[in-house]
């Protein structure tokens, strides 16, 4: 069993991810890859645009949509789904940064609601960056000194020491000689120039002067006998190259958590506090050189860490205790909500902070098939194995989440339900894409108020573990749940605010009224020979009509005038007037012959309107003889009950329903039309 185990190892890979060599085999290897000197913004950016993209137009828009952030490493377990363009103002930030135009010496802020997916971003960030130096395209490599008990090094630390802070071989090149070194070796090309900045951190620099001068200042046999290169691989659980900094009580926090602290321990070897030997470099701005640092929520920062923060962003310099500034390289992104944002702008002491700050708005989702994404992602037949969830459940919750969010239409004669259809790409009689760009720009904070999807997801999650429904969860049992839940949501507390989210519950359920009566009306109408027929029926009678002939009856065989009580009864039904209907025709006929031009075949489905024309009609022919009405009776004759049994079945077929999620909707259509709601 054991040998089993261990054949799923990679050792190739092991071999590159723990390889290390000397000094002149890392210039060999930056002559042939220079990349593997790139700062951190570089290496990031390098990381996201590694993925793909995939552009499209959205609006009349242009945008970019970054596979990245789909999160293609673990299966779309993070992926983020509607936030294309705040993801692409964060790219072009990290663009800009990594091209070194100014954003590097920055903080980038998202901003935005609680969640709104601000933490699963940077968490893809640090996550992507740990799997990219995994792989040949992201290598990078650091450095560690050996044989240093000449120098007073005491225990393992005489024999291996490494970069406290994971540092660029390169660095080791003095400053005054680096430029003229990188040109005269040949190292970079156009696609990726060298350009090391910086100093060596203080433990690194005391051992470098106490080695140049036990060789009388040669830096050549210091670097040959007692530096080895090896590979580095980030990761957030080992602490190298990704940090996290979390505010927390003020008496149990102070700002050596961010620059490291003394060891205490060893002052008793090497005899002072003021000795980088006996200083712990593991701050998260130390173990972050190189990659990311996290700080979660960074405007509850105390102000003594708010200092470290602003030397760190633009001049890319910490201060540890008792030694000099340090150089770091990293990027330091932090998140916060929308209370603590205000009280950043009312403070006037922040005025510093918020001029090193680059807020990025990460809003809720607007798009409603998006917001469906989350759900589906969350609630599959894989995760809830035992439980059916009915066709549109996740989409009226997904609905009405988007719905709060929304601002109400102040033109265009819109309703909030049509707003929502327009931002989701649907095409309404009479709006354009224009109406969509007009609508987004009169907004003022469209998708930074509204109901979080976490919400919407513990009350789907009540609903799936609710007794009632006999293992089926349906639309009405989420709507339900979404409504009690208001009554207690934390964050919710102005009555009027509450009453706007009924409301939109109340919307949600006229939707979904007209979905199901839709479904149920096409799964009655389903019958193939039946609706053939009336298509041959109408389509006879329309080229009669257009062409000014007479129609053959089938059954006398006789010529007689185009049934036109037939036709207008299919018209009727998609709202076609009196004296649209010639023009319908034409249209009908100039259709079929544009298809038989192209070699194709005209099908009573291949119209659309005119497929939901026939489709009512031969509901309203054939609901009668089915009784729908009489569903609510608890007497149905054999007949009929034969009959509902072909539409459950089709229901089932064609839609996803199981047999008690279509009971449950024809029980609920059957109410409407017995209380008179044919419309």
């Not at 901003?111 to 130096?133: A, C, D, F, Q």
């Not at 000099?324 to 005025?351: C, P, R, S, W």
């Not at 939109?504 to 009566?517: G, L, N, R």
Request: hydrophobic share 35%; with cysteine; proline share 3%.
């Amino acid at each position: 069993m054991v040998d089993t185990i261990g054949s799923m190892q990679d050792f190739d890979l092991y071999r590159d991810l723990n390889w290390e060599g000397s000094y002149e085999e890392y210039l060999a290897l930056v002559r042939s890859s220079p990349e593997v000197t790139r700062n951190a913004y570089q290496r990031v950016y390098d990381m996201i645009v590694r993925f793909g993209t995939d552009e499209y137009t959205d609006s009349k828009k242009k945008l970019v949509r970054y596979n990245f952030f789909r999160d293609e490493i673990e299966s779309g377990k993070d992926g983020i789904f509607g936030l294309d363009i705040p993801l692409m103002r964060l790219v072009n930030v990290l663009k800009a940064a990594a091209q070194g135009y100014g954003p590097e010496k920055r903080i980038i802020l998202l901003h935005g609601p609680v969640g709104s997916s601000k933490s699963t971003i940077v968490r893809l960030l640090k996550k992507g960056l740990e799997h990219y130096t995994r792989t040949q395209d992201g290598a990078l490599y650091t450095y560690d000194w050996t044989d240093l008990e000449e120098i007073g090094m005491s225990g393992l630390e005489a024999t291996r020491f490494a970069s406290p802070m994971n540092e660029e071989p390169l660095r080791l090149i003095p400053a005054a000689w680096r430029e003229k070194a990188i040109l005269d070796l040949g190292l970079g090309n156009e696609q990726h120039r060298i350009n090391v900045v910086g100093e060596l951190n203080p433990a690194c620099r005391f051992i470098f002067s106490k080695l140049l001068k036990k060789y009388d200042g040669n830096w050549s046999r210091v670097v040959t006998n007692h530096v080895r290169v090896r590979r580095l691989v980030m990761s957030e659980q080992n602490r190298v190259g990704i940090g996290t900094f979390q505010p927390k009580d003020e008496k149990n926090q102070d700002s050596t958590e961010l620059t490291g602290d003394i060891n205490y321990r060893k002052i008793a070897v090497y005899g002072s506090d003021s000795d980088p030997r006996a200083f712990n470099f593991d701050g998260e701005f130390n173990i972050a050189n190189r990659g990311i640092l996290e700080f979660i929520e960074v405007l509850k920062l105390d102000v003594a860490f708010l200092y470290d923060l602003l030397g760190a962003t633009q001049e890319h310099k910490i201060k540890p205790k008792k030694f000099a500034q340090t150089d770091i390289d990293e990027v330091i992104i932090g998140h916060t909500n929308e209370a603590e944002y205000k009280k950043l702008l009312n403070n006037e002491f922040m005025e510093a902070l918020r001029d090193r700050t680059i807020k990025i708005d990460i809003p809720y989702i607007t798009k409603m098939s998006e917001e469906i994404k989350i759900y589906s992602k969350d609630f599959n037949r894989e995760k809830i194995a035992g439980k059916h969830i009915a066709p549109h459940t996740l989409e009226v919750a997904a609905m009405w989440a988007v719905l709060t969010r929304l601002e109400d239409p102040k033109k265009h004669n819109l309703q909030l339900i049509q707003k929502l259809k327009l931002y989701d790409g649907k095409v309404l009689p009479g709006y354009t894409q224009d109406t969509v760009k007009e609508l987004r720009k009169e907004t003022h904070r469209e998708g930074l108020e509204g109901v979080s999807a976490r919400y919407v997801q513990d009350k789907i999650s009540n609903a799936l573990v609710s007794e009632a429904g006999n293992g089926t969860i349906n639309p009405f049992m989420v709507l339900n749940e979404l409504d009690k839940g208001l009554r207690h949501h934390s964050l919710i507390v102005d009555e009027e605010q509450k009453k706007r989210y009924r409301e939109c519950i109340a919307m949600v359920k006229e939707e979904y009224e007209d979905i199901v009566k839709n479904e149920v009306q096409r799964a009655i109408s389903a019958d193939e020979d039946a609706i053939h027929k009336l298509c041959a029926n109408y389509i006879d009678s329309v080229k009669a009509f257009t062409l000014r002939e007479k129609v053959k009856d089938r059954f006398t065989g006789q010529d007689v005038e185009p049934d036109e009580r037939l036709m207008r009864s299919v018209e009727d039904k998609i709202e076609i007037p009196e004296n649209r209907k010639d023009d319908f025709r034409r249209e009908i006929m100039n259709y079929i012959g544009a298809l038989a031009v192209d070699g194709k075949r005209f099908e009573w489905h291949t119209n659309d309107r005119l497929r939901r024309a026939l489709e009512l009609k031969l509901f309203e022919d054939q609901k009668d003889s089915i009784k729908l009405q009489t569903l609510v009776s608890n007497v149905i004759d054999r007949e009929t009950q034969e009959k509902i049994d072909i539409i459950k079945s089709r229901m089932m077929k064609y839609f996803g329903y199981n047999e008690v999620s279509a009971r449950d909707v024809l029980d609920y259509v059957a109410s409407i039309y017995a209380r008179g709601d044919v419309k």
